[in-house]
Nanobody
Framework: QVQLVESGGGLVQAGGSLRLSCAASGSGFSAYTMGWYRQAPGKQREPVAAITSGGSTNYVDSVKGRFTISRDNAKNTVYLQMNSLKPEDRAVYYC???????????????WGQGTQVTVSS
């Protein structure tokens, strides 16, 4: 079992920066693909960034060049550095841990409670 706790959200001006952290409890962290999702009011939750156990990253087009996802396996923590924030980045950001079992084609997934990011303009 994995428990995820996000932190680092807050209110910033457009063009500013925030760094989100997600601390994971339990074992096996290094094997999980970690990701950040966000959900704006009235919209579907969307994937923002992900990082695999091997360090490969992926980003939604709207944040490429502005956001950076990273992980520290020794600390069981994943980060999302958000620069050049825009009002459209306003959302609740959720941490996600995902483990794919290819042999059985099943997925084990965990979610944090979310942290609010507000960008003013």
């Amino acid at each position: 079992q994995v428990q995820l706790v996000e932190s680092g959200g807050g209110l910033v001006q457009a063009g500013g920066s925030l760094r989100l952290s997600c601390a994971a409890s339990g074992s096996g962290f290094s094997a999980y693909t970690m990701g950040w999702y966000r959900q704006a009011p009235g919209k579907q939750r969307e994937p923002v960034a992900a990082i695999t156990s091997g360090g490969s990253t992926n980003y939604v087009d709207s944040v490429k060049g502005r956001f950076t996802i990273s992980r520290d396996n020794a600390k069981n923590t994943v980060y999302l550095q958000m620069n050049s924030l825009k009002p459209e980045d306003r959302a609740v950001y959720y941490c996600n841990a995902r483990l794919r079992f290819e042999a059985t084609m099943t997925v084990l997934e965990y979610w944090g409670q979310g942290t609010q990011v507000t960008v003013s303009s």
